[in-house]
């Protein structure tokens, strides 16, 4: 009699690999282009201090963007970060996005055994997006201030807009 080596059960109420992907390379980085753009686009005076505080949290999703990278465990990049915050932004957007990238799907969603101590890399990974949601909601906040329209620009392809002519002409089926 062969014994067949138990496989880690997979956690369901994690997400899978290709959907967090997903969300870095589209909604979540389209999101805080947009929320940087809004902030530094507007040139009224006496905005410092609510660009300063925008900036401030632009730089935590960066952070926290490095510790998803990091929460892979796969070989970071070498180098620095560029000093300008959009290029810190985007160098974090896509370094995440590579280090997710380089993960197994059929291990990421695997418990650790429970004779490791550690807790599994998804765990990790998607406390990581928990926060880095929770920030970019914190920035859209302090976006409002400056641009209180940026809820509308930042949902747009959420809800699309009806199509200008509703009583266009429909094709007749026989």
Known sequence: MTLTPISPEIMRHIPALPVLQELIRGDLRRRVDILWLSAHS???????????????????????????ADATHVARRSGH???????RLDAAFAQAGEALAMLRDDDYRRRTPFHHFD??????IVGAFVVLGCKIEKAIELVEQIDPDIRFKVN??????M????????PVTA
């Open 163 to 170: 199509p200008a002519r509703i009583d266009a002409e429909l």
């Open 119 to 124: 807790r599994s890399r998804s765990e990790s």
């Open 42 to 68: 507007h040139t009224r005076p006496g905005l410092e201090d609510s660009r300063r505080a925008i900036d401030h949290q632009l730089n935590s999703i960066a952070h926290w963007l490095d510790r998803i």
């Open 156 to 161: 747009e392809s959420i809800y699309p807009t």
């Open 81 to 87: 970060h560029p000093s300008d915050l959009k290029g």
